[in-house]
């Protein structure tokens, strides 16, 4: 089990996701993706989104294309999600229990971002919820060759952080963010088994997916 109130004691570097995991903006990317795919005459489904929700911009659409057996536009496609994305950015929340860790490490630790998300959507929306300011670096999918569920931008941002992998501890969501840490040689947070106790301000870890150096 990880004590995420001691991770300044157990490793050199934090590296978070951002979709899911700093911020809860699935609902957004559903409604964004939803209209992006509309321009290909097919309805896309919440529910089939959220199934693969965290998937980069490509993978979600080669998911898309095998589905409806149809093939994208992707350029017209990429351009209207990212702008009924960044319309409705307002809206977006930081999940509380990783935000709050975020603030407690600064200064503690070095901290970076690594997400399979464009650089234009993942910089603007650290900045909108505050918490870009903690980050020395933030790594996309526009940094590397491959996406999640390849060990590349964990990888990459443990490069730009100074730290061997096995340094890391990575925050994820996702199944194929998750793969991607263990693959990387790191140890990893899922923040969907998060428990959060009130009574003791306390914030651990069940149940941790943890790799061995």
């Known amino acids: 089990m990880i004590d995420i109130l001691s991770l300044e004691n157990d490793f050199e570097a934090v590296i978070f996701d951002c979709d899911g995991t700093l911020v809860h903006t699935p609902p957004l990317y559903a409604d964004a993706w939803a209209a992006g795919f509309s321009l ?20 979600l659409m080669d998911a898309f294309e095998r589905e409806f057996d149809i093939v994208l536009d992707r350029q017209s496609v990429i351009a209207t999600m990212r702008s009924h994305f960044l319309q409705d950015l307002h809206n977006v929340r930081e999940v509380p229990a990783v935000a709050a860790t975020v603030r407690r490490l600064a200064g503690l ?21 505050g918490l870009r300011k ?39 969501d996702s199944e194929q963010g998750l793969e991607a840490a263990q693959r990387a040689g790191m140890s990893v947070i899922d923040v969907n088994r998060l428990n959060v106790s009130e009574q003791q301000s306390e914030l651990t870890i069940c149940d941790s997916v943890q790799v061995d150096a």
């Open 109 to 129: 630790l070095p901290m970076a971002v690594a997400s399979g998300g464009s650089r234009e959507i993942v910089t603007e929306t650290l900045q909108v919820v």
């Open 40 to 59: 290909s005459g097919k309805r896309m489904n919440r529910a089939w989104y959220l199934e693969r929700a965290g998937m980069s911009e490509g993978v």
């Open 134 to 172: 903690y980050f020395g670096h933030v790594v996309t999918i526009d940094d590397v060759a491959n996406p999640k569920p390849a060990p590349d931008l964990f990888l990459h941002a443990a490069v730009l952080l100074g730290i061997r992998p096995g340094g890391c501890v990575v925050f994820e």
